[in-house]
C-alpha cells in the first residue's frame, strides 16, 4: 500500500510508524529544505515512551532537559504558588521520563529515524487532491497517484477542507505568544537568572490577562521564552515565524517580578504567534474512506497544555499500530474508522484541558486569583508532602494546577498508545477483518 502526506513532526511520526508497519510512503513537503524553525517542545512520558521504543533515547538523552519540576508563580513578586514534581517522579509514576527538547531538534531526530524507510519528496506543493481515487495534484502539474493520503498537513490544513466540505475558519483566542530563545550562558552571568539553569524548573508566571512559560532546552544551553499576551491585532494569519516588536513585548511586561524584567532585557528579537483555535471536527475521514487527518490538521492544540505534537505522535502511533494488520487495500476504509474510533474521544478531551489553562492563568488580580492560587497552594503543600515519602492527604479532582489533578494527569501521561491499540485490535480485529472481503484471496 502507498501512503502520501506532508512533512513535520506530524507527517514523519506517521511515515515511520506506517513504514515501519510494511508499507511503502512518500511525504511530500511544500519546503525546498528542512529548516530550523521553532522553539521549545514539550514531550511528556506518553509521547517519550513511544519515541524510546522506536530506538531514540540516547538523541533525546543528548538533546533533551529533564525538568524537575513545574513551578508556577505570581507575575508580581516571583512567589511560588504551585508545584509540581517532574524529574525521576515522572519516569516512577509512568514509566517514562518527561522532556524539554528544541522542536527543530525533534524534527531532526525523527528524521534521522524516518529518511531510511521512506521516500521524501521536497519542494512538492500540493495544490489539490482527489480523495476519491485517491490522487494529488502538485505546483508543477504532476498528479501523484496513491492508496490512501494521510492529512498531517498541519493547523492551516488543505487537506481538512476535503473531510468537512469546505473551509473551515479558525477564531481568534485573544491572546498571542512572542517566543525568544536565549544563550543560558547569559543567564549564568547574572544572579537572579542562573537559577533558572541551575533547578531546570519548568516555570509558568502567571499575571492578568497573560503568562510566561520559560525552560531549558539542547542539553541546557539554551532557554526556551513563550508569552502569552492579549493579541491587539486585527485579523492577521496563523504563522510560527511572523517578527514581534521586542520593545513592545518588553513594555507589556513592565513591572512584573525582577527575574522576568532581567530575562526578556536579554531578548534582542522575538517572533508573535498569533492563537487562533478551532471547534472540534465532527469526523475525521473523508466519506470516501481514502482520506485521514491526523494531528492539528484534525485537532489542534492551544499550547496551554503543551500537548499537541503529543497528540500527533499518538495518532502515529496508533494508525501504524492498526495498519500493521493490512493485507489488502479494501481494509484500509475499516482502518480508518478504527483510527478515528481509538482517537477521537481523547484528543477531543486534550482540546478542551487545553484551552481550559487559557482562563486559569490569566486572571486578573483579585478574589478569582485569589481562589485560584489558594488552590494551587493546597496541591503545593499537598506535593512537598508526597516528596518527603509522606502520603498524599488530599483529592486534587479539578485543581487550578492541572498538573496536580492525579487521575487527569494518569490519563494525560499514563496513555499507552501502542498499548491501547493492540487492546482494540484484540477485541475487534477479528471481526472487523471477517467483515472486509480479501480480493488477494478471491484471486
Not at 143 to 155: E, F, Q, R
Not at 167 to 195: C, F, N, S, W
Not at 242 to 269: C, F, H, R
Not at 286 to 308: E, F, I, N, T, V
Request: hydrophobic share 35%; charged share 25%.
Amino acid at each position: 500500500m502507498d501512503a502520501q502526506e506532508p512533512k513535520s513532526v506530524r507527517g514523519l511520526s506517521a511515515a515511520y510508524c506506517l513504514a515501519q508497519a510494511g508499507h511503502k510512503v512518500t511525504i511530500l513537503e511544500a519546503a525546498l529544505a528542512i529548516g530550523d524553525v521553532g522553539a521549545g517542545i514539550q514531550a511528556s512520558p506518553n509521547v517519550s515512551r513511544l519515541l524510546i521504543r522506536w530506538g531514540l533515547r540516547p538523541r533525546l538523552e543528548e538533546l533533551g532537559v529533564k525538568p524537575e519540576a513545574l513551578s508556577i508563580r505570581r507575575w508580581t513578586n516571583n512567589e511560588v504558588v504551585g508545584w509540581t514534581e517532574f524529574g525521576d517522579a515522572m519516569d516512577k509514576a509512568y514509566g517514562a521520563p518527561y522532556y524539554h527538547i528544541h522542536r527543530a531538534d525533534f524534527h531532526r531526530i525523527l528524521y534521522e529515524a524516518t529518511e531510511p524507510h521512506c521516500n521524501i519528496r521536497v519542494g512538492c506543493r500540493v495544490v489539490s487532491l482527489d480523495p476519491s481515487k485517491p490522487s494529488l495534484t502538485l505546483a508543477s502539474g504532476e498528479v501523484v497517484y496513491t492508496d490512501l493520503i494521510i492529512g498531517a498537513d498541519g493547523v492551516k490544513s488543505t487537506t481538512r477542507e476535503y473531510v468537512v466540505g469546505g473551509p473551515d475558519k479558525p477564531k481568534a483566542t485573544g491572546d498571542a505568544a512572542y517566543r525568544a530563545i536565549i544563550p543560558t550562558e547569559k543567564l549564568l552571568q547574572d544572579d537572579d537568572l542562573k537559577v533558572l539553569v541551575e533547578e531546570t524548573d519548568s516555570i509558568i508566571w502567571m499575571g492578568p490577562r497573560g503568562h510566561m512559560v520559560g525552560y531549558n532546552i539542547r542539553a541546557k544551553k539554551e532557554y526556551n521564552v513563550v508569552m502569552i499576551h492579549p493579541d491587539e491585532t486585527e485579523g492577521g494569519v496563523e504563522s510560527w515565524t511572523a517578527a514581534g516588536n521586542a520593545d513592545k513585548m518588553k513594555e507589556y511586561y513592565k513591572g512584573w517580578n525582577i527575574t522576568v524584567e532581567k530575562l526578556l532585557a536579554l531578548v534582542p528579537s522575538t517572533l508573535d504567534w498569533k492563537l487562533m483555535d478551532r471547534e472540534p471536527l465532527p469526523r475525521w475521514i473523508h466519506k470516501d474512506g481514502k482520506l485521514a487527518l491526523l494531528g492539528d490538521s484534525c485537532h489542534p492544540m492551544l499550547p496551554y497544555r503543551a500537548q499537541g505534537s503529543a497528540m500527533a505522535v499518538e495518532d502515529a502511533a496508533v494508525l501504524g499500530n492498526l495498519f500493521s494488520h493490512c493485507s489488502d487495500r479494501s481494509q484500509i476504509t475499516p482502518l480508518l474508522y478504527a483510527y478515528q474510533t481509538l482517537r477521537y474521544e481523547r484528543a477531543t478531551a486534550t482540546q478542551t484541558s487545553s484551552s481550559l489553562n487559557q482562563h486559569i492563568f490569566h486572571h486578573p488580580d483579585g478574589p478569582e486569583q485569589e481562589e485560584r492560587d489558594n488552590e494551587m497552594r493546597m496541591a503545593m503543600e499537598d506535593a512537598f508532602r508526597v516528596a518527603r515519602g509522606e502520603k498524599s492527604t488530599l483529592v486534587l479532582a479539578g485543581n487550578a494546577n492541572q498538573w496536580a489533578d492525579k487521575e487527569k494527569s494518569n490519563i494525560q501521561f499514563g496513555y499507552d498508545a501502542d498499548e491501547e491499540a493492540e487492546k482494540w485490535w484484540l477485541a475487534n480485529g477479528d471481526k472487523l477483518m471477517t467483515l472486509v472481503p480479501s480480493t488477494e484471496a478471491a484471486n
